[in-house]
């Protein structure tokens, strides 16, 4: 088995690995986040803590989950709240956390109503052993407007709450953002102007999942009515990964330091998360959907990538795809690439030719008596929509045409 | 020469395929398949590595568990193991595991993986006798452990009973493949050698802290009845001829294969493949209590071959075999040009110092013999599981073991 350093340096903290429960019903007790240590997760956030006066009442049930075809968990809504245990509870279970797993990274996420309650919640997490806080600007369902992702879009409001939890500790903090804002940057940068040292993003999007078609009734049904609600796992990862992109690539905000979190359940998505600049990433819905075991293949998978990348330390990997990914309107429009198809690889399906057809420029060609596609170049503009629904993967990109009176040279294109 | 022989009888899977498949399974909890494999392999967390996308790491799962991962993928009877309690029967039909594994070790191969890695020489040496599965794999387990291994083989090409099973279901190259992979982790091997003959049991006692012998059931038998008759030849020697000639050899277009078991199995359909026309084989047993692996049954079956269970074969008169039913009254003629005898194999352990009992060794516990410095594995040895080539690296996995604890490990 490769064995490969996977350890980080966020906000400070060391962590052996750069995998963490995110504040979710994933790390809700004591016993979650003792097994989630003992598998191999570096880092546990625990699920939200917040103040005493504010009680949790849950709805049942809570969960839907998109489907496509026959894969379930495209995309899952989530109606919980914040952590439902008592305050004492909590308390009690990060200081045993603490205790029994010193070399792994606990990082308490708290939630306040007011200045006077996040500067308490972050003195009282920083007494329990916490190496680190995460506020939580981004709930989406809430039953407070105080509270919850109504925080995270007012610049405001992040800053002085982010002040309220530095008076509270001196811990590294970071701020959980909600994607349900077109720009997340005015919020991120009140956040580090109050105090915080990273960002966390993404939280969940405001959702309605799916409709009974009978009942005319969103789901999750509760009590013959439902609400709008987070929406998580692999459907949100690239709304995820274009927030951190954006971010990363403000000026005010540069290096920030990040933890991504959507939709991350393979070593894949995990490296993608780091190469747009995440230093650590939390996971809910992957386990969820499959358990604490996943993590044993994102550690895994990403050493082997690091091998392959010839890197010693994860954190040569960070941001490193930030650079590569501009403006459209700085985007080299001057060729086109048109389809090599691979007749050898091709079943004689012509999904191409659908596609193509009603979705493109009727430029793939059917010829009827053979069953075969072709291209036609007078009329293709290289969009590749064929490459993309070919079940076989037998349509690639192939070669590559100048624009009239374009400068660019064909052979110093790079696909 | 035809070449169906040696093309394979069963397709691949591709990066897409093997995904399809891996996302079928259930990743349950207390996964069956992890608990029945002979050789310990946990094929819930290789396909669990593939649906999460870490083919690199499904390579390792596999190749650490199993140093003849990729024969097993291709000859291993998965009905009766992995596959026999998988939940996803529940729904549909079991996950195809050794297809998946078969994909992931032809990844291994394609990039050139290198996994298994020797630690440093513990001053101990170990001889082994004989190199198939169970000696492979012993010399893996031994050679892992720090042990310095060398195998003496009496035939001029390495890998046992494997260079038998047919090229269609076990290409030569992935059996080459997999021994490379053995000789680059330090393993000596000495072709053209036979303990007994050659070299005597107490010559390798002197080069060895230990020997283990690992001859398996090698030589075919014959039935008195067929004896001397010169259109009788037994299956292992016709399939080691077959494969050894890739296919090129000649046959009549009236086969007779009497037997009932995998070789025959491999016998009835390697004459298809090489085109005979009619193909029939009698069996002893009747189908309920059949032995053969029900792929491989179902495999000569959709090849065209007859099959006729429950007979015992009672004269034969150089053409004309003649059975009787075992339970009914039915009697049963059939005229080949040629009859093949898959009815069992045994073991030649002359010279080598031991007794057997049923075809196996029974003088001390498990992996022991009477001699402490001599061990025992592979067909000879008593196991639980069926003499297979993943029984055989079940052996070879635990004498390894057996030999350390005796030797005193480092």
Known sequence: MIKKDLSIEFLGVHFENPFCLSSSPVGNCYDMCKKAYEVGWGGVVFKTIGPKSYVIDEVSPRFDKLNKENTPFVGFKNMEQIAEHSLEENLRDLRRLKKEFPNKVLIASIMGNDEQTWEDLARMVDEAGADMIELNFSCPQMTSHAMGSDVGTNPELCKKYCQAVKRGSKLPMMAKMTPNITDMVPCAVACLEGGADGIAAINTIKSICNIDLDKKIGLPIVDGKSAISGYSGKAVKPVALRFIQQMRQDPRLKDLQVSGIGGIETWEDAAEFILVGASTLQVTTGIMQYGYRIVEDMKNGLMHYMEEQGVDHLSELVGLANKNIIPAENLNRDYIVRPDIDLNKCVKCGRCYISCYDGGHQAIEWDAEKREPSCNTDKCVGCLLCGHVCPVGAIKPGKISIKPGRKTKAEDVRL | ?410
């Open chain 2, 1 to 410: 020469m035809d070449s169906k022989y040696l093309k394979s009888l069963e397709p691949g899977f591709d990066p897409l395929t093997v995904c399809e498949e891996a996302s079928r399974c259930l990743l349950c909890l207390d996964a069956p398949c992890s608990k029945a494999c002979p050789a310990g392999t946990n094929p819930d967390k290789f396909i669990r590595s593939v649906r999460f996308r870490n083919f690199k790491g499904a390579a390792e799962i596999v190749r650490e568990n199993n140093a003849l991962g990729a024969i097993c993928a291709r000859v291993c009877p998965t009905e009766k193991y992995c596959q026999k309690g998988c939940s996803r029967s529940g729904i549909d039909r079991p996950i195809d595991i050794g297809r998946i594994q078969r994909y992931i070790t032809d990844y291994e191969e394609a990039v050139k993986m290198e996994i298994l890695k020797a630690p440093k020489d513990n001053g101990k040496s170990v001889g082994i006798v004989g190199s198939g599965p169970a000696a492979l794999q012993a010399a893996v387990s031994l050679r892992l452990l720090g042990y310095k291994v060398e195998v003496y083989e009496k035939e001029n090409v390495l890998g046992g009973m494997l260079r038998l099973i047919p090229e269609y279901r076990l290409p030569d190259r992935v059996v080459d493949h997999e021994i490379k992979r053995i000789e680059d982790l330090g393993v000596k091997f000495h072709k053209g050698v036979f303990v007994g003959k050659d070299k005597s049991l107490d010559d390798l006692k002197k080069a060895h802290d230990a020997v283990l012998l690992a001859p398996g059931y090698s030589y075919g038998k014959m039935l008195q009845l067929f004896e001397g008759h010169k259109n009788v030849v037994l299956a292992v020697d016709f399939l080691r001829e077959v494969k050894a000639k890739k296919g090129g050899v000649k046959v009549p277009n009236n086969v007779l294969v009497v037997g009932g078991g995998d070789v025959a199995m491999d016998v009835n359909a390697t004459m298809k493949l090489l085109g005979v026309e009619h193909v029939t084989d009698v069996v002893y047993e009747q189908f309920v209590e059949f032995k053969a692996s029900k792929k491989e049954l179902e495999g000569a079956q959709r090849l065209g071959v007859t099959i006729i269970d429950g007979y015992v074969p009672v004269s034969f008169d150089g053409k004309k075999a003649k059975f009787a039913h075992r339970v009914i009254k039915s009697e049963l003629e059939i005229e080949a040009d040629l009859v093949v005898l898959a009815v069992g194999q045994y073991p030649d352990v002359s010279g080598l110092g031991v007794e057997l009992v049923k075809g196996e060794v029974n003088e001390g516990a498990d992996y022991h013999t009477k001699d402490p410095k001599v061990f025992v594995c592979g067909d000879i040895a008593h196991s639980r599981f069926d003499k297979t080539v993943v029984g055989g690296v079940r052996t070879g996995k635990e004498v390894a073991l057996y030999i350390d604890a005796s030797l005193g490990g480092k």
